[in-house]
């Protein structure tokens, strides 16, 4: 038999489970014994090296790390009900409590001479522009919309998530010497291939909401929204109230999004329609409990 090779990580994954679970492979039990011991910037910087992003994720991640969590199963003999340790919310008490990161923030590698575009500025462009500037490469980000972001900016309401948060974090990458072209949607591939990029990364997300041409659907058009379109006009303060009855028609997180949007913007008796039952629709259970105690029903 071998023995364990600790200086791999893989073992860490596989024998720490929220460590496994997590998409990202977050050092879990590291980050939130710095913050035991007081040390925010330390763990933001942990999570920051893991995930990139760790003050929108200590907001918005689905946190598959939780049902994972030892302590889910430790404790089903101390209560009925078991609770994870709050690993996510312990991503944004690092990223809320921590100071001035200068001397922390790695700096970016001398130029290696090749250049890569990334088109879009979503959370997938600006990973890959990160990593690719600190080894070296003279990266481009082109994107539609005028400031970095991508569905972070665009989609998820400011309630769960605040500007100066995406701000801070994207710019932590553009600090790197990543060269930021907003308000330019590439047109052509053929273009962009022939200006002499060594590599380029698509990076342009999914920004289709699913229609239902249903009888009736064209003629009131003016009031039938689809969710990713409508909550983008919130987020840019296009759309400023709704009527006072709202259906909402889905059952995943964008629905929870739209009909906690909708509350807030005046919507008193909202209601949400799913084909399925409660328990099988698809949002997270903490966000179906927040459209809850919204005043929402279902
Ligand atoms: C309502 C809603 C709520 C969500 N909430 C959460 C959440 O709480 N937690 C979570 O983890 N995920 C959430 N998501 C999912 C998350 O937003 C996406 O998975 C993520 O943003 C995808 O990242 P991306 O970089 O691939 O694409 P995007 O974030 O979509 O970014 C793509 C970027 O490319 C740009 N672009 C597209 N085409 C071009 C072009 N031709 N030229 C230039 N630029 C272009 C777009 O303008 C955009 O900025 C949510 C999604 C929605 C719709
Ligand atoms: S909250 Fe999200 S990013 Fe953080 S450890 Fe859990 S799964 Fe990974």
């Avoid at 690993?87 to 790695?106: E, F, H, Q, S, T």
């Avoid at 082109?142 to 948060?165: C, H, I, N, T, Y």
Wanted: aromatic share 8%; charged share 30%.
């Amino acid at each position: 038999m071998r023995p364990t090779d600790i200086r791999k990580p893989d073992y860490f994954h596989k024998v720490v489970d929220c460590q496994w679970a997590c998409p990202a492979h977050t050092p879990v039990p590291e980050y939130i014994r710095l913050i035991a011991a007081g040390k925010h910037d330390a763990a933001y910087m942990v999570n920051w090296w893991s995930n990139v992003f760790p003050g929108v994720l200590g907001r918005t991640c689905d946190r598959p790390c939780e049902p994972a969590c030892r302590r889910g199963r430790v404790e089903e003999g101390n209560g009925e009900k078991p609770e994870p340790v709050a690993i996510c919310r312990l991503k944004r008490v690092a990223a809320d409590n921590k100071g001035d990161l200068g001397a922390y923030m790695p700096k970016a590698k001398g130029g290696n001479g090749k250049r890569v575009a990334c088109i879009g500025a979503g959370p997938a462009s600006m990973t890959v522009a990160r990593d690719l500037a600190l080894e070296g490469y003279a990266v481009t980000v082109f994107d539609a919309d005028p400031k970095a972001g991508g569905f972070m900016r665009s989609q998820v309401p400011r309630f769960r998530l605040p500007e100066s948060v995406i701000d801070e974090e994207c710019d932590f990458i553009l600090d790197l010497g990543v060269e930021f072209r907003g308000g330019t949607r590439v047109e052509s591939l053929k273009n962009l291939i022939g200006q002499g990029w060594d590599a380029i990364f698509v990076g342009s997300g999914a920004p289709r909401g699913r229609d239902l041409d249903l009888p009736g659907r064209r003629e009131a058009a003016a009031n039938i929204h689809l969710g990713i379109d409508w909550l983008a006009s919130v987020s840019f303060q296009h759309i400023e109230k709704i009527g006072r009855r709202v259906i909402v028609l889905g059952g995943g997180n964008t629905a929870m999004d739209c009909c906690r949007s909708a509350r807030r913007l005046g919507g008193e008796d909202v209601k949400v329609i799913v084909r399925s039952g409660y328990e099988e629709m698809k949002a997270s259970p903490w966000e179906k409990k927040t459209r809850n105690t919204k005043g929402s029903r279902s």
